[in-house]
C-alpha cells in the first residue's frame, strides 16, 4: 500500500457548501489524502449539546430547526441531494427523538453521546456525497465499526487492539482497491454496542488513531487557522505562527488552553513518531506548522496559552500537613465526583486545587460543578472555598530552569496585575499564573509584547 495521510477537516471546514468545496479541492491536490476524518458542521455540536442537557419543547424546537437549517444550507447546494437526504434525515428524526427523551427524564451520559455523535454522523454522508458528484470514488465508514472504547460516555478511550483489528478488516480493503475512506472523528462504540464520544479534541484523536494503526506518513489537521501561533491572534495581532514545534511543546500548549490541538491527539502520533500539520483549508497553500519529534530550533519562550473557565479549589484545616494520606483523601472524593485536579499547591494550614471545568473528565454536555453532596464530602474534612472566575495563563518554554533573568523578566511584566497563584517547577517547560478572568487577555498582550515582540 502506498504512503498515505490521514487528513481530518475541523467544523469551520466543512461548515457550509463552499468550505466543503474547498476541502474536496484539498484532496484532489493531494493524492496521499486517502483517508478522511471529519468533524461536526461548525456549530452543530453546540446545538446537539444543549438539546442534551435537556430544555423545555419551545427551546427545543428552535435548537432542533437550528440543526435542521445547517444541514439543508449544504443539501439544497447539492446537485443530486435527494439520494443523500433521506440518510440525513434518518439522523435529523433520532435527534428529535433523543432530545424528548432527554428532556422527559434526566441527563444521561450514554443518551447524549448517541445524539451529539450524530453531527459527525450528517457531515461526512454529505461530504461523501459531495465528493461522489465530483466523479472520486469516495466510501462512507461508520468509525463504530472501527474505533473500540471503554464505556466511559463522554471521555471514552479506545482500544487501539481491537481497533487495528477493525481497521484491517474494514478499511484496508477499501484503500487497497483505490477508494478515498471518510469517517467520523469523536466517536467510537463499546463492546456493548453504545456509541461513546472520546470527549474535547475527539476529532483530532480519531484523526492521529487511524494514523498510527494505518502507518500513515503524517496526520494533516485542516482548521479555520495556518497553523499554530505564538498565542491566539485574535487576542494579540502581532502574534505570529511557529513554522515548526516539538510533540512536547504542542503538548503544553493545547494543555493550557490552546485551541488548535489535543493533547490525546498526540499521543498516538508520538508513539508512531508520525508528523502532524496543521494548516488552514481557507488558505491552504498560505503554509502551516508541523509538529514533529523534534525541531531544529527550540528557543526559551515558544507560546503564551489561555485557559478560561477555572476553578479555585481550597481547604483549609489546622496542622494539615502532619495528617499523612490528607491530600489522598481529598483526591479521592474528587475522583468519586470525575473531577480531575490540574494543579496543586499546599501549605501547614491549606490546600489549593485548580479545576478546569472544560477538561474535567465530564461529557461535552456537562461542566465540573459542585453539587452540595460534593461539597458535604470535603466540608467534613476540611473548610472548603470555592472561587470562579479564573483563568490560567501559561507560558510555554523549553528548559525554562536555565534561562538566567527568568523572574526579572516575567514578574516585572506583572508588576501591576494581581496574581492568585503562580505553578513553577513541577516542569521546566512552562510556568502557569492563574489569574482573575477580566484581566487575562491583558497579561497575555503585555507577556507577549516583552517576551516575544522585543
Request: charged fraction near 20%; include cysteine.
Amino acid at each position: 500500500m502506498p504512503l498515505l495521510s490521514v487528513a481530518k477537516f475541523g467544523g469551520t471546514s466543512v461548515a457550509d457548501f463552499p468550505s466543503m468545496q474547498a476541502c474536496a479541492d484539498i484532496l484532489a491536490a493531494d493524492p496521499h489524502s486517502r483517508v478522511v476524518v471529519l468533524s461536526a458542521s461548525a456549530g452543530v455540536t453546540n446545538l446537539l449539546v444543549a438539546l442534551a442537557n435537556g430544555c423545555g419543547q419551545d427551546k427545543r424546537e428552535k435548537l432542533f430547526a437550528e440543526v435542521v437549517r445547517i444541514q439543508e444550507n449544504i443539501l439544497t447546494e447539492l446537485s443530486h441531494a435527494d439520494t443523500i437526504r433521506p440518510h440525513v434525515e434518518e439522523h435529523l428524526t433520532k435527534i428529535k427523538e433523543l432530545a424528548d427523551v432527554i428532556a422527559d427524564s434526566a441527563p444521561s451520559l450514554m443518551l447524549t453521546d448517541e445524539l451529539i455523535s450524530r453531527g459527525e454522523m450528517m457531515s461526512s454522508l454529505i461530504f461523501v456525497h459531495l465528493l461522489r458528484e465530483r466523479g472520486v470514488d469516495a466510501e462512507w465508514v461508520d468509525v463504530r465499526t472501527i474505533v473500540r472504547t471503554n464505556n466511559h460516555f463522554g471521555k471514552a478511550i479506545p482500544d487501539e487492539i481491537v481497533t487495528k483489528t477493525n481497521v484491517e478488516t474494514h478499511i484496508n480493503p477499501l484503500l487497497q482497491v483505490g477508494k478515498i475512506v471518510v469517517t467520523q472523528g469523536f466517536i467510537g462504540r463499546d463492546k456493548e454496542g453504545h456509541t461513546t464520544t472520546l470527549g474535547r479534541g475527539g476529532s483530532d484523536y480519531s484523526a492521529a488513531l487511524l494514523a498510527g494503526v494505518l502507518g500513515a506518513k503524517d496526520v494533516l489537521i485542516w482548521t479555520d487557522v495556518a497553523g499554530i501561533y505564538t498565542t491566539d491572534p485574535r487576542i494579540v495581532p502581532l502574534a505570529y505562527r511557529i513554522d515548526s514545534l516539538t510533540f512536547e511543546e504542542a503538548a503544553e500548549m493545547a494543555t493550557f488552553g490552546a485551541k488548535v490541538l489535543h493533547p490525546a491527539t498526540l499521543r498516538p502520533a508520538v508513539r508512531s513518531n508520525i508528523p502532524v500539520y496543521v494548516g488552514s483549508s481557507k488558505a491552504p497553500t498560505a503554509g502551516g506548522t508541523w509538529v514533529t519529534k523534534e525541531t531544529t530550533h527550540t528557543p526559551t519562550f515558544r507560546a503564551i496559552a489561555v485557559r478560561h473557565d477555572q476553578t479555585l479549589l481550597t481547604l483549609s484545616r489546622l496542622n494539615m500537613s502532619q495528617e499523612a494520606g490528607f491530600l489522598n483523601k481529598i483526591l479521592s472524593i474528587l475522583e468519586k465526583y470525575n473531577i480531575v485536579v490540574d494543579t496543586v499547591n499546599a501549605s501547614d494550614l491549606s490546600v489549593t486545587l485548580v479545576l478546569d471545568k472544560i477538561g474535567a473528565g465530564c461529557s461535552c454536555s456537562q461542566q465540573a460543578t459542585f453539587s452540595e453532596k460534593l461539597l458535604a464530602d470535603l466540608n467534613a474534612i476540611a473548610n472548603v472555598k470555592v472561587d470562579t472566575g479564573l483563568s490560567l495563563v501559561a507560558l510555554v518554554g523549553n528548559k525554562l530552569d536555565n534561562h538566567p533573568g527568568l523572574a526579572k523578566d516575567i514578574f516585572n511584566v506583572l508588576a501591576d496585575f494581581n496574581i492568585r497563584m503562580i505553578s513553577y517547577g513541577t516542569s521546566t517547560n512552562n510556568i502557569c499564573l492563574l489569574v482573575q478572568t477580566e484581566q487575562a487577555t491583558d497579561i497575555v498582550r503585555a507577556l507577549h509584547k516583552n517576551l516575544f515582540e522585543n
